[in-house]
């Protein structure tokens, strides 16, 4: 039984392993070599949830290479047991592995997620079995996607790896939504797909072990790879294969994504001379013509394994892979593939903690897509979940004033995320009116200030909002009780021993006129005068009230209701601005005044 479940194993057939594996560790035999092909097994049928049970008995194993070390961690992240994960792979640094790649991994920051606002929005997709789908892809209307559900085959050939039939491609045209498989000679008793189409719709890339004419060639250990492959259409048939020229016995090349322009073809490949399992490459295409691939380098690509490129209309390129920082296993990851400044996951609901792969954008209508997952919930092992990918969300207001409803303009707000963090910092313009871009499904904190009115803080809410393109946020200020601030006015000076109006007190108490009858017509308040400290106590008392009295005069002449004047009144030098025993002429100035007070703004 132990020669049969090993070559089972070597001949990568590992759902027919782990049945022979399961029994022999029943039967308590060579324990320790069964454990680990046991969960090597389930590890390479992508299930962390068997796997990691039995990585924590191999861990423990006396001389157990420090590779396990880090697979095991690997598998804990496919558990979300991330902590745990985090202490193998530092025993699996202390073993000198891998050391840049693993301090990355390590690295206390959160994951970057992508910082765009557009939302995602997943379900299943009606179209998959109990089998693996994925590779969804939309071109000219027809949806063209990767299953091993072999319709129409009575019996079809199985796959050793995961006991499922062999991968075909599939197409759902929009004028009939028949699903069938691809019409042509696309399709083979061996793998194909995922694929890429020209934007003419005239010519197919896609991705086929190494299998051509009924012929399939295998390297020296026996292993038979991937190839891209290019088809064209012919009356509505696929045919004319022809295997691209940068292909490889003796590696896998495979997952074609086109650029905008047709001009560059992105791939995965197992290369040698690359940064880890499988990296991303690109290679020029003109005129049917292809150059020299290229690694897209170590940014990019890691000692882990990058795969499943797509490039999106606007040139970002999307692609899987398990070396960058994620959520589990493959994450969906984003970037510039010209300026590589930084590298984004594409967070939740996109990624999981486990498989997520295959990520496209329809280019006929960019708020629609597809990505696969191996996620709970589906039907089979993998699936196809539709994106609905919602644009950003306007967040838009006008802030006023409480009293009088006014445009409140050159106001700052400020927004928030969750964590306190500012993502946004507005003014408003002549008209009140602010707005910026958010997120759906979130919950922002918002500030407004402005010098005259007492700040005022709130919650934005943009959950349940997939019906709306906009979110009115309005607000109210109360205007600051400071008469000097809302009107803008400096104090009103006297000259010594002088109670009339000076003409620049005159420009000031005009400014005052207009905030009363213009801006707030309820406004109410009260006027206290003062004296600089010469002269006696009594005497600065009745100087003070005869300022108060040309104060009030002067507002009511000038169209003041004397019911919105309560009091005015003077103190003399009981409340000097500047308490000096021996002032100067300066100081002794800013004494001799008049000051207002709010009484009710209503």
């Known amino acids: 039984m132990q020669k049969k479940a090993d070559r089972l194993y070597e001949n990568f057939a590992y759902t027919k392993a782990i049945d022979v594996y399961k029994d022999l560790l029943e039967k308590d035999y060579n324990v320790e070599h069964n454990q680990r092909q046991l969960a090597d097994s389930y590890f390479q049928l992508r299930d962390p949830e068997n796997a990691a049970p039995l990585y924590a008995k191999v861990v423990e194993q006396a001389g157990v290479s420090p590779e396990y070390y880090y697979k095991y961690a690997q598998a804990l992240r496919g558990v979300r047991r991330y902590d745990e994960s985090r202490q193998w792979l530092k025993k699996y640094l202390e073993e000198g592995k891998n050391e840049n790649f693993v301090?990355?991994?390590?690295?206390?920051?959160?994951?970057?997620?992508?910082?765009?606002?557009?939302?995602?929005?997943?379900?299943?997709?009606?179209?998959?079995?109990?089998?693996?789908d994925f590779g969804a892809y939309k071109s000219n209307e027809t949806i063209y996607f990767t299953s091993a559900r072999a319709k129409g085959a009575k019996n079809p050939k199985i796959y050793d790896w995961n006991g499922e039939p062999f991968l075909d491609i599939y197409s759902i045209p929009s004028k009939n939504g028949i699903l069938e498989p691809l019409s042509g000679d696309v399709n083979t008793i061996r793998h194909e797909g995922p694929l890429v189409?020209?934007?003419?719709?005239?010519?197919?890339?896609?991705?086929?072990?190494?299998?051509?004419?009924?012929?399939?060639?295998?390297?020296?250990?026996?292993?038979?790879?991937?190839?891209?492959?290019?088809?064209?259409?012919?009356?509505?048939?696929?045919?004319?294969i022809e295997e691209l020229p940068f292909n490889n016995d003796n590696y896998s090349v495979g997952h074609p994504a086109l650029s905008?322009?047709?001009?560059?073809?992105?791939?995965?490949?197992?290369?040698?001379?690359?940064?880890?399992?499988?990296?991303?490459?690109?290679?020029?295409?003109?005129n049917g013509i292809f150059g020299s691939p290229e690694n897209l380098g170590e940014k990019i690509n890691t000692p882990g394994n990058e795969v499943f490129p797509f490039a999106a209309e606007d040139g970002r390129l999307y692609f899987s892979s398990d070396g960058h920082k994620g959520f589990g296993l493959l994450d969906v990851f984003v970037v510039d593939p010209e300026k590589q400044e930084k590298i984004y996951n594409l967070g939740e609901p996109i990624n999981s903690n486990l498989d997520d792969f295959s990520f496209t954008v329809s280019s006929e209508d960019i708020s629609e897509g597809f990505v696969a997952s191996n996620r709970p919930g589906g039907k089979g092992g993998d699936d196809i979940y539709r994106l609905k990918i919602f644009a950003p969300l306007m967040l838009k207001g006008t802030v006023t004033d409480s009293i009088n409803g006014k445009p409140i303009a050159n106001a700052t707000v400020r927004l928030m995320d969750e964590n306190r963090q500012q993502i946004a910092f507005l003014e408003t313009d002549?008209?009140?009116?602010?707005?910026?871009?958010?997120?759906?499904?979130?919950?922002?904190?918002?500030?407004?200030?402005?010098?005259?009115?007492?700040?005022?803080s709130g919650t934005v809410n943009s959950f349940d909002t997939d019906d709306q393109t906009e979110l009115v946020y309005d607000i109210e200020l109360s205007p600051v009780n400071d008469v000097e601030y809302l009107a803008e006015i400096n104090k009103i000076y006297f000259d010594f021993d002088k109670h009339n109006i000076r003409p620049d007190a005159a420009a000031e108490l005009d400014k005052l006129v207009n905030l009363m009858k213009n801006d707030y017509p309820e406004l109410v308040i009260e006027i206290g005068s003062h004296t600089d400290r010469r002269g006696s106590i009594e005497y600065n008392r009745r100087l003070a009230e005869r300022r108060a009295q040309s104060t009030y005069d002067y507002l009511v002449e000038n169209g003041i209701d004397p019911e919105r004047i309560v009091t005015y009144k003077g103190y003399g030098e009981e409340q000097p601005e500047i308490d000096c025993n021996n002032c100067n002429e300066v100081q002794h100035q800013l004494n001799r005044r008049s000051i207002f007070k709010v009484v009710k703004m209503e």
């Open 260 to 286: 905008k322009d047709g001009e560059t073809l992105y791939f995965a490949s197992e290369a040698p001379g690359g940064f880890g399992g499988s990296d991303l490459y690109k290679v020029s295409v003109k």
């Open 197 to 240: 189409i020209s934007k003419d719709g005239k010519t197919m890339y896609f991705t086929r072990n190494n299998y051509l004419k009924r012929d399939g060639k295998k390297d020296e250990d026996g292993v038979n790879h991937l190839k891209i492959y290019k088809a064209s259409l012919v009356d509505g048939i696929w045919t004319n």
């Open 430 to 456: 002549s008209l009140g009116y602010y707005e910026t871009q958010i997120r759906r499904d979130m919950r922002y904190s918002i500030e407004a200030k402005h010098i005259k009115y007492v700040q005022k």
């Open 103 to 132: 301090e990355d991994l390590l690295n206390e920051e959160s994951i970057t997620t992508y910082p765009g606002l557009e939302t995602f929005r997943l379900e299943n997709a009606d179209f998959n079995s109990e089998f693996s």
